[in-house]
């Protein structure tokens, strides 16, 4: 027979799970592998996977919590509230800050990442969007030296402050750790790279990433990483671009 406390506690499961499928319904936002809605908890979304931690394409929820939470202590990425796991890994989710009072999404045209920051740095690009680039690839920088590496950076999942035009991360899903100074060098010399193109000193970028890899193929991983962080260095004391 069910104790009165363990039915009560049943019941009480039952009503927030009910509530969280009628949120669900009303997604926030959604991708191929999750979908994002507001959870139980006034202040906070939860982001909820569609596929089983077997699947090629799932997100390992886990990982992907302790690389946010990393970024949260930066104070680049929203804060984690808890991770919740389930059998087969089919609706693990994630609860963190809901931060859209203070933080809006890019428009569509507005696209980061490495495949298009170059964008920021041609005739008439926006100086706000040149230098958020910038801000974003300074976030990108100080992460790497944290030994993150964080990837699918386009209009989806940053964010930008509305006042200050910080730039937030929000989706950890495609991250990973680096792997010793010789990955944390190539990286941040990467990102780094990226940073200055944005602001329209790419040959500053190619000669840093170029030095450093010359360094890391001889072997001389110290000093690689040395000469990366002096040119991340150079990439924060950007204020403003040309």
């Known amino acids: 027979m069910r104790k009165a406390g363990d039915l009560f506690k049943a019941f009480t499961e039952n009503l927030r799970e009910q509530k969280l499928a009628s949120n669900r319904a009303e997604p926030i936002g959604a991708g191929a592998n999750a979908v994002v809605y507001a959870s139980d908890v006034p202040g906070?979304?939860?982001?909820?996977s569609s596929r089983a931690d077997s699947h090629q394409y799932a997100?390992?929820?886990?990982?992907?919590?302790?690389?946010?939470?990393?970024?949260?202590?930066?104070?680049?990425?929203?804060?984690?509230?808890?991770?919740?796991?389930?059998?087969?890994?089919?609706?693990?989710?994630?609860?963190?800050?809901?931060?859209?009072?203070?933080?809006?999404?890019?428009?569509?045209?507005?696209?980061?990442?490495?495949?298009?920051?170059?964008?920021?740095?041609?005739?008439?690009?926006?100086?706000?969007?040149?230098?958020f680039a910038?801000?974003?690839?300074?976030?990108?920088?100080?992460l790497a030296l944290k030994g993150v590496r964080l990837e699918d950076r386009h209009d989806g999942n940053v964010m930008r402050h509305k006042m200050t035009g910080r730039p937030l991360?929000?989706?950890?899903?495609?991250?990973?750790?680096?792997?010793?100074?010789?990955?944390?060098?190539?990286?941040?010399?990467?990102?780094?790279?990226?940073?200055?193109?944005?602001?329209?000193i790419p040959e500053m970028g190619q000669i840093l990433r170029a030095t450093v890899m010359d360094y890391l193929e001889g072997g001389d991983v110290s000093q690689g990483l040395d000469i990366a962080k002096q040119g991340f260095s150079r990439l924060q004391k950007i204020k403003n671009v040309r």
């Open 134 to 142: 910038v801000r974003q690839a300074q976030q990108m920088g100080q």
């Open 169 to 200: 991360q929000i989706d950890f899903g495609i991250a990973g750790k680096l792997n010793g100074d010789s990955e944390k060098a190539a990286w941040l010399s990467q990102v780094t790279a990226e940073g200055f193109e944005a602001a329209g």
């Open 44 to 48: 906070n979304v939860m982001k909820q």
């Open 59 to 131: 997100n390992d929820f886990e990982k992907e919590v302790n690389l946010q939470a990393i970024a949260a202590d930066m104070g680049i990425a929203p804060q984690v509230a808890g991770l919740e796991q389930f059998p087969g890994g089919i609706g693990n989710r994630i609860e963190m800050a809901d931060v859209r009072q203070n933080y809006e999404s890019l428009p569509q045209d507005e696209v980061l990442g490495p495949q298009s920051v170059s964008d920021y740095s041609e005739s008439g690009t926006r100086k706000d969007l040149q230098m």
